[in-house]
Structure formats: structure tokens, C-alpha cells
């Protein structure tokens, strides 16, 4: 645990930098971020959200109403760490957060639109659970709250129902235990079998063992905040998340998942 939060400190260290870079030869619109919008860009924006986030966290780190946009509310379950954590043994590990996570702006009239929505998967027969346990709003992370699917590379879709317009993704694999998840992709499309119009908001594969790209976004500890993704305001009806399994076994789960955004014109 120790070495793990020194390698934590040192690449803590090299975000903020990468941070400063892309602000000093970006847009140059704010030449002197606050800390907290280094904070702010560190988690939802990796590299890889950083070049066109129309929707993403807004630049002025001020409260509600600024240029349109209010603070993303999540209602977060009740932290569960339990037992001897397992070793996580992977490279480049996102540090985990201290505290509360930075406000992330997000256009004012997002809603949750993934309540209830129906959703499959890769796996059609869970080992344990439903697949509605995705989209049913529980994310408390105990036995009985989280689906488990099959090992290797596993997807999950959820079906919107209606086009709309991405503001962020919220998702909880597993959070009564610190570990990784593998290949953790994200994506949407109006394709329900992926071939068109792919788009890409988090790929952390960055070997791209699941064939999908070379992702460029970290791996991440799951925690009872769960992962909060930039939408980066794409518009599609289907999301779909990949894992292929995790540190502690080489099953994939989930306890929930969350689209926020508004309803696309159509
Ligand atoms: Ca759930
Ligand atoms: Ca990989």
C-alpha cells in the first residue's frame, strides 16, 4: 500500500503537469488555472477529453448558473470497503481521491436518463444477479446489489430508448473492495450492434487487447464514488461498457450505470 501511494504521489504529479501543458498551449483562454480546475481535469478529463468537450467541465470552476451550466448531482451510496484489500498490480494507476470528487459541470437541464432503461449484454446469463440490477438506481454494492458476468471481455448496453445528448456517464463496477477492472471502454452509438458510428468516451486498454483502439485514459481503483465520465456531449440511443475482469478475479461486474444528459432533437 505504501509504494502504491508514493507511485500515486509521483504520477499525481506528472497529471497536474500534463494539465499545465495543455492549458499553456491550448486555447489559452484561462492561462492560469485554479487548483481546482487542475483537481477538476485530472478525474472526468483524461488525455483523452481533452480536445473537444463542449459540454465538459466548465472553465470558470464558479457555482451554478455560470454560462448555462450547474454542478452534476449524484446521489452516492455509502462507502463499503470491507476485509484485506488484494494487490493491484497495474501500471499507471490513477490516484485515488482524496475526499469528496471536484464538481463537474454540466449543461443546466441534464436529468438522468437511464433509470429503468433496459439493458444487455455479451452475457445473456449472469452467474449472479439481473441485468435490470444496471439501470435499477441501487448502487448500495452489497451481495445481492451487483450482477456478475462471465470472465474475459464482457460488454453491457443500455438502451435509452431515444437519442440523447451525453452530458456525463456515471458507473459503479464493484465498491466493497478496492480493485481494477481491466479494458474498462465505453461507448455510444445509434448502432445497437456497434459497427457505425462509434463513439468513444473512455478507454483505458491501453495495450488494445480488446481490439477496439488503443485507449489512452488511465486505470482507475473503483471506490463507492464510482467513475464519472465525460459525455463530451455526443449524441447516440446506446451506451455500452466493456471490462475484461479485474484484479482480484477475472469476473466482470456491475452495480450500476448512469447517463446523464437532455433528450437529442430529432
Ligand atoms: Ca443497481
Ligand atoms: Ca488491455
Request: overall charge negative; aromatic content about 8%.
Amino acid at each position: 500500500m505504501k509504494s502504491s501511494i508514493s507511485t500515486s504521489t509521483l504520477l499525481g504529479f506528472l497529471t497536474l503537469a500534463t494539465v499545465t501543458v495543455v492549458y499553456s498551449t491550448g486555447c489559452g483562454r484561462s492561462p492560469a488555472p485554479s487548483e481546482s480546475e487542475q483537481t477538476k481535469a485530472s478525474e472526468p478529463g483524461t488525455a483523452s477529453t481533452t480536445a473537444a468537450a463542449p459540454s465538459g467541465p466548465a472553465g470558470s470552476g464558479t457555482a451554478a448558473g455560470d454560462s448555462g451550466t450547474v454542478p452534476l448531482e449524484i446521489d452516492l451510496p455509502r462507502p463499503l470497503f470491507a476485509g484485506t484489500p488484494k494487490p493491484i498490480n497495474v501500471p499507471n494507476v490513477e490516484p485515488v481521491l482524496a475526499g469528496k470528487r471536484p464538481d463537474f459541470m454540466v449543461p443546466a437541464g441534464t436529468k438522468l436518463l437511464s433509470k429503468g432503461k433496459p439493458v444487455s449484454s455479451s452475457d445473456d446469463f449472469p452467474i449472479i444477479g439481473d441485468l435490470s440490477m444496471i439501470t435499477d438506481g441501487d448502487k448500495t454494492g452489497v451481495d445481492g446489489t451487483y450482477v456478475e458476468l462471465a470472465p474475459f471481455l464482457q460488454w453491457v448496453q443500455i438502451d435509452l430508448e431515444a437519442p440523447v445528448k451525453f452530458a456525463a456517464v456515471a458507473l459503479w463496477h464493484f465498491h466493497s473492495q478496492a480493485r481494477v477492472y481491466h479494458d474498462v471502454i465505453v461507448q455510444v452509438s445509434d448502432d445497437a450492434e456497434f459497427k457505425e458510428g462509434v463513439q468513444t468516451l473512455f478507454n483505458n486498454d491501453n495495450d488494445n487487447s480488446a481490439k477496439l483502439g488503443e485507449g489512452t485514459d488511465r486505470p482507475y481503483i473503483e471506490t463507492y464514488q464510482g467513475r464519472l465520465i465525460d459525455g463530451k456531449g455526443v449524441t447516440g440511443r446506446y451506451l455500452r461498457l466493456y471490462s475484461n475482469g479485474n484484479t482480484s478475479d477475472e469476473l466482470n461486474h456491475y452495480i450500476e450505470v448512469e447517463v446523464y444528459g437532455t433528450l437529442a432533437k430529432q
